[in-house]
């Protein structure tokens, strides 16, 4: 195995053989991501892209997350003798390729020995790019100059930046390798290795044969200003050339005497610089004294380079009396993502993002499997489908969540029994957020608000009448004349501006006996503006119901007792569903690193609405109310729904992926992810339940005007409460993943115990071959062969691997698996 390849960041390197490479070109998952990278642009589809490193393999070594393994690390280069050689900016690959004659007796312009050395060349994911991987040759000199050599001979340009040993090179599709030997597979040069090992362990990667400099074109020329002496000695930050960040920083537009920033700059990048350089001020004032802008006030004014940097390190202590740790300016991670392909959060702690934490990425992408799934369910759930009407199928999350909020207070004479406290009947409760960015689409709820609410909205008229009779009865009575009994009357609906009083006042008038028992009905507040919601409750404790909504999700009791003649006192349990859509910046106020210990993020259930990427919404014409006739029919029958709900087995589906989800938070020692995932089988449980009963009408009988009775649910429904239980799962990591570990890692610091938490569960499956056995698993991850199989059971309950076959060994019968999916926990 003569080269190895790294799946992703966070990942250590695995060897490749000739088996490993066809299936990671082959894999229909990379090869989509290239083909809409082609299409979009997206430099983040191909930064998701497995890599290979042909150049070299890599000696284990420990991650700053402490984890052994082949890392790609120049200080740890074993070289292959493989040279990777990158052509950049070819509008016409192919047509380049086609020239040098390749696998022909010809060799069109190329020599025999050069074409002999050639073992692979690719188009490149862009499309407009080209691969060349050959045998170095020792006496040519090291990997750059045998780029250089090669260049020269197929009439190409260098991309100076695959100088490094551990340069990696994304893969392409199997039908974009414009040719391969398969010696490639086996090939090794020790001679090369033992002369250049040492070299690129040190640091040193730069061109050692001046000749070659002379094959260089002018532009080449002209791009290095004839400056050897500082690219032969070329500082390094963590294995990256930090003159390339610095260019990336600098790209749109160089500080100039013009623009009278060029002081100021030097400041920021010094400040910058001694972050990434640990405080040493020597080295960060070399790095700015090459600096071309620093050059020029150098000679124009004597700029004291030494005083700049001095200046910024003061700056940097007074920062660190407030913070304790210390990043990068925005702009120069920008630039470090730019040219290292990593962020600096990835590269200085070894891990792709925050452990409890689902990226903007990776949720968007999500966001399109759960449309997929929820609209494979739209057979088996008719009014799903009416729910979803115009909207696009990253939109389809939101909708399940907005109508299940609306049906399942219409369903408020509904219980069930939960597995913690089952003798406790509960009810269906909603604390729903729809987050998207203004004009994402958010307008859809009011739709299904119109409809859903209807049958709550017509009922409360009454009474909204009623008390506005009430009120303008009071007001033409005289001061000695006899004052009216206020009327008792239910109102359940209520804007974002009520005051508490009233408030609790419907709560408990909303009472209505059910086969025997006084029922509490289910209040509900509908807001199309979260930061409304936020700003009209800040008046005080009269109007904040941050308590209610709190106590909302669990119908939890309070009480009051005020001395106003207006305030009933007496304690009551709060039944109260809301649902509000806003902006990330109107959820950031309401749950924030002040507030995150008081439970509210894991009671709210916060769907995002992704961006619309500059595209159109459907051009919609006709006037189609039958969806919304259907709608409005459906809650009708909803609001008159009553008695415990036959739901057992949905429950019994919750605790076990509850169970399988705490097992992974212990392996990977995450309380955040323990507390977030607590509550999500609630979540699960409620948004399914109207749904399920809708599916299983025909199984319920009348009594009076309510509708009751016993039914089955089964593997569909199953389907649909892990579904929503997964949704509910993720967006919480996506949204309050950071919180959660910052809530801990304080609480952990306060109490002088640190200890990092790492997503082990994920990086052990990657670590598995496509196919394999218990015994694998244990060997593996150098668990016991109990712990393997209790994990492998874990996994097939997922549906994340497969039985696809049985072997006998020693006797035994014994079977293998196959990976099915990528693992989510």
């Known amino acids: 195995m003569s080269f190895c390849y790294q799946k992703n960041y966070s990942n250590p390197t695995l060897p490749v053989d000739e088996a490993q490479f066809y299936a990671l070109v082959r894999a229909g998952k990379w090869n989509e991501n290239i083909d809409k990278f082609r299409e979009t642009g997206d430099a983040s589809l191909k930064r998701k892209l497995p890599a290979f490193i042909f150049q070299a393999t890599f000696d284990a070594t420990t991650s700053k997350a402490g984890k052994t393994g082949a890392w790609r690390k120049q200080a740890a280069t074993l070289l292959t003798g493989l040279v990777v050689m990158d052509i950049d900016h070819v509008e016409a690959p192919k047509g380049v390729f086609d020239k040098w004659g390749l696998g022909t007796d010809e060799h069109g312009f190329i020599n025999k020995d050069a074409a002999r050395r050639i073992l692979l060349v690719y188009i490149t994911p862009s499309g407009k790019g080209l691969k060349v991987v050959f045998k170095a040759d020792a006496a040519v000199g090291n990997l ?27 893969i392409c599709k199997e039908s974009d390798i414009l040719y391969i030997d398969k010696e490639l597979f086996t090939y090794e040069n020790k001679e090369f290795a033992e002369k250049y090992n040492a070299e690129y362990r040190a640091g040193h990667s730069g061109v050692t044969q001046t000749v070659t400099l002379a094959h260089r074109t002018d532009k080449q020329t002209a791009e290095q200003s004839g400056n050897l002496d500082n690219h032969e000695v070329e500082i390094k930050w963590r294995d990256y050339d930090i003159q390339c960040i610095i260019d990336k ?17 030097s400041l920021k990048l010094a400040s910058d610089l001694l972050v990434l350089f640990d405080g040493d001020r020597k080295l960060v004032q070399r790095i700015l004294e090459r600096q071309s802008w620093v050059q020029e006030i150098i000679e124009e004014r004597d700029e004291n380079v030494a005083q700049t940097v001095a200046s910024a390190a003061e700056r940097m202590a007074d920062r660190e009396k407030k913070y304790l740790t210390q990043c990068p300016s925005k702009a120069m991670q920008e630039a470090i993502s730019q040219a290292c392909g990593q962020s600096w959060k990835q590269i200085t702690q070894g891990e792709t993002t925050d452990t409890a934490t689902i990226g903007e990425e990776e949720i968007e992408q999500w966001l399109w499997d759960w449309g997929e799934k929820i609209e494979a369910l739209f057979p088996y759930y008719p009014a799903l489908q009416d729910a979803c009407k115009g909207l696009k199928r990253n939109q389809y ?5 907005v109508s299940g909020a609306l049906m399942m207070t219409l369903m408020t004479r509904c219980t069930y029994r939960f597995y913690h406290r089952p003798s406790k009947l509960r009810r269906l409760n909603a604390s729903a957020l729809i987050i998207g960015d203004p004009a994402s689409g958010k307008s859809f709820a009011t739709r299904l608000y119109e409809f859903l609410a209807a049958p709550i909205v017509a009922a409360d008229k009454a009474g909204k009448d009623t008390i506005n009779r009430y009120r303008e009865e009071m007001k033409t009575k005289g001061a000695n004349k ?26 408990v008038n909303a009472v209505e006996n059910v086969d025997g028992t006084d029922m509490q009905l289910h209040m509900l507040t509908f807001d199309t503006e979260l930061d409304n919601t936020l700003s009209v409750q800040k008046g005080g404790s009269w109007i904040d119901k941050q308590n209610l909504e709190l106590k909302a999700f669990h119908n939890e009791e309070d009480g009051q007792a005020y001395s ?9 349990n709060v039944t109260w569903n809301y649902v509000y859509t806003g902006t990330p910046i109107a959820l950031k106020k309401k749950v924030n690193e002040q507030n995150f210990g008081s439970g509210l993020a894991t ?8 961006s619309t990427h500059f595209e159109m919404m459907d051009l919609d014409e006709e006037v189609d109310e039958d969806s919304d006739n259907r709608l409005l029919e459906w809650a009708k029958k909803l609001d008159k729904t009553k008695g415990e709900l036959s739901i057992k087995r949905i429950v019994r589906t919750m605790y076990d992926w509850t169970a399988r989800r705490m097992a992974d938070a212990k392996d990977n020692e995450s309380k955040a992810d323990e507390m977030l995932l607590k509550r999500c089988a609630y979540h699960g449980i409620n948004y399914s339940a109207p749904f399920i009963v809708m599916r299983h009408w025909g199984d319920l009988h009348q009594e009076g005007d309510y509708w009751c009775g016993e039914f089955e ?20 990591r996506h949204y309050f993943g950071s919180l959660a570990e910052k809530y801990f890692d304080d609480k952990l610091r306060d109490a002088s115990t640190n200890r ?3 997503q082990r569960t994920i990086e052990d499956f990657n670590r598995l071959p496509e196919e394999f056995s218990i015994d694998d698993v244990a060997n593996s991850l150098h668990l016991c062969i109990s712990s393997a199989r209790t994990r492998v059971k874990r996994l097939l309950k997922d549906g994340a691997v497969v039985k696809c076959g049985e072997y006998v060994e020693n006797g035994a019968c014994k079977h293998r698996y196959k990976k099915k999916a990528v693992l989510v926990f």
């Open 713 to 732: 649910t089964d593997e569909i429904d199953d389907q649909l409460a892990e579904l929503i239980v997964n949704i509910q799962f993720a967006c919480q």
């Open 482 to 507: 006899e004052k009216p009994k206020k009327p008792k009357v239910v109102v359940r609906v209520h804007p974002s501006r009520t005051s508490n009083a009233q408030f609790i006042q419907d709560m």
């Open 249 to 265: 920083r600098y790209s749109a537009k160089l500080p100039c005497a013009a623009d009278s920033n060029r002081h100021n700059e």
């Open 397 to 401: 999350p939101a909708a399940l969540i």
């Open 603 to 610: 009671r709210l259930t916060c769907i995002p609405l992704p």
């Open 756 to 758: 990092r938490h790492r």
């Open 564 to 572: 106003n003649m207006d305030s009933i006192m007496q304690d009551f």
């Open 144 to 170: 750059i100059d045998n780029q250089h050599r090669m260049a020269e001979i197929l009439g190409v340009e260098v991309d100076e930046s695959c100088k490094d040993a551990s340069r990696m090179s994304f």
